[in-house]
């Protein structure tokens, strides 16, 4: 049986992040996911928010990794192709109470090395945001967007051009150490491997459990989001944010621009029992829009197109206000067992730096040498982003280029095969809207599900009946009708 130097439990941004920094070493690594893809947790529905760092308390983990990954992922953004856009973000203060907090923030983010603060008067705000309606302003010029789920798929496909393994739909159910090695025994099959790294986000607490009494909980808390269609995208240029909520331990309700130009409105923060609970509330739609009209008088309510929620892995509990700091440890009991626990917000951002880190935690255990030969795969510029000569000439080499089957965001039919072969091997409706955006627009998959499913039929050989929303066993077909009552 293969042995595998190190077992990442997780394919959220943090596994593929630590697999992207570890595939720079010679090591035999596995990546185990439970979902058909990776991004498919806490890690596809958040904010998209690189962010600055002057929110979390100085010398705290969650300072540090936020600030060096603001950074990390900068340079990784030119070096991978992802996009990623500085757009900077305003803290706003409503009151001239509030008006008191933003300067807590400003000297916090000062403590913590943020760069670039400002305390802006309304007058100036408006100046570049005339619909947000505010007393005062903190100006974060470096905090930034990106597409988590881009940005996490383009980590996992470099870790994997650079050999590490992906193995999906593979839920790990227990895991023993015998002597030296793991035994991993997973819903189809056992792996061993000299280390193991659990990343696996609001499941962190079942690895452990796996070994050892945990001494902490998981406190999930939901937070859902309002889509808006791309036709507002001028109501902002930057991102607005509330003064934080320090009861709940979280940022507040903010409006944040998309890198495609939709405008989010969100997360709400409500804390449940269930961290698979992801439903999204006909109350919590009213109370994020009335919030986002405060800011925003002229927000139509037509305007939102789709919602969706994504759940927090907090370790503070909601009746000490909701905060804790980052656990990135070695189990005190089983030596080789890395925990990351409460990797909730920011820890999109704080990926990069948190993956380095683990590097060096592993460098404790395993002698590291650098491959000598590294691959870059860099993410491709969409279709419709090309300059009218470049799509020619596509549509010359090619008439599945030419051939539109997203109108809503201008998708080609040759994206979507490409889509559907990328390395990873994930092949849904889900791996499809994650890598070209069909079925993200205004029509939310009207028009190009039936051309999705087309395509998966033609050119890949999938049965209707075994087309996937995402996961194993989430099929979306039973049969074809017409076909049906022919039978009869
Ligand atoms: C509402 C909200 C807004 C946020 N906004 C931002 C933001 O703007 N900026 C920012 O920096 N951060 C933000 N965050 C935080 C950020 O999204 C998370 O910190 C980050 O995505 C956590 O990544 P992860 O890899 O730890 O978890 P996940 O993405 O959840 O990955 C864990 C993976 O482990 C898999 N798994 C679990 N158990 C098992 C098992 N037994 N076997 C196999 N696989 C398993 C899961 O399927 C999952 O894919 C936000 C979070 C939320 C909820």
Known sequence: MRIFDIAIIGGGVIGSAIAYELSKFRLDIIVIEKEGDVASGTSKANSGVIHSGINSPPGSQKAKFCVEGNQLIQQLAKTL?????????????KTQNEAK???NLFKNGKKNNVVGLEIHQSSIINNKEPQVVCEEGLWVPSAGIVLPYEFTIILAENALINNVYFLFNTFVKNIKKNHDYFHIETSSNSIQSKLVINAAGLNCREIVSMFEKPDFQIYPCRGEYLVLDKKYSHLIQSMIYPIPDKEKGVLGIHLTPTIEGNILIGPSAEYIDDTTDKRTTKKMMNILFDEAKIILPDLPRNAVINCFSGIRCKLGSPNEGGWADYRIEESRTTKGLINILGIESPGLTSAPAIALHIVKMISNHIDLQRKQEFKILRKEKRFSELSLKERNNLIVKNPQWGRIICR??????????????NPLGSQSISSIKYRCRAGMGRCQGGFCLQHMVRILENEFNYDI?????????????????REHVHEK
């Open 408 to 421: 809503c965001e201008h998708v080609s039919e040759a994206e979507v095969i490409n889509a559907l072969s």
């Open 81 to 93: 192709g992802f996009s990623y856009k500085k757009v900077g973000k305003y803290v706003i203060a």
């Open 101 to 103: 907090e933003l300067k």
């Open 465 to 481: 009946k075994d087309i996937k929303l995402n996961k194993e066993g989430s099929y979306l077909f039973s049969g074809r009708t």
